[in-house]
């Protein structure tokens, strides 16, 4: 399994925008859907968004009207741009793709090292 590489993340003020971008193998592009996650500190990794082969994306409750996703499977590139960031969204963010049967999904590839999103005053 290759471990996809998550980019842009940063310290941002509440209210600030941010985006972060997934890059992963033309395959995982090609064939799977893909999905961001993040983990807070002191919490356990949590599913945040998911973009379809079809461009379908769902979003976490929490995220809903602020973050969009976006893919690129010419550039095998995912964004995920950030909206009216709160503090609560601060932790580490890690994109994969993903298989989806039923209510489960199973992620596919080996976790990357994640981008640190930081939103402070």
């Known amino acids: 399994q290759e471990q996809p590489v998550e980019s842009g993340g940063g310290l941002v003020q509440p209210g600030g925008s941010l985006r972060l971008s997934c890059r992963a193998s033309?395959?995982?592009?090609?064939?799977?859907?893909m999905a961001w996650y993040r983990q807070a500190p002191g919490k356990q990794r949590e599913w945040v968004a998911t973009i379809t082969l079809g461009g379908t994306a769902k979003f976490e409750d929490s995220v809903k009207g602020r973050f969009t996703l976006s893919r690129d499977n010419v550039q095998n590139v995912m964004f995920l741009q950030m909206n009216s960031l709160k503090p609560e969204d601060t932790g580490v963010y890690y994109c994969n793709a993903v298989r989806i049967e039923g209510s489960t999904m199973t992620t596919l590839n080996s976790w990357g090292q994640g981008t640190q999103v930081t939103v402070s005053s």
């Open positions: 033309r395959k995982s592009f090609l064939y799977n859907h």
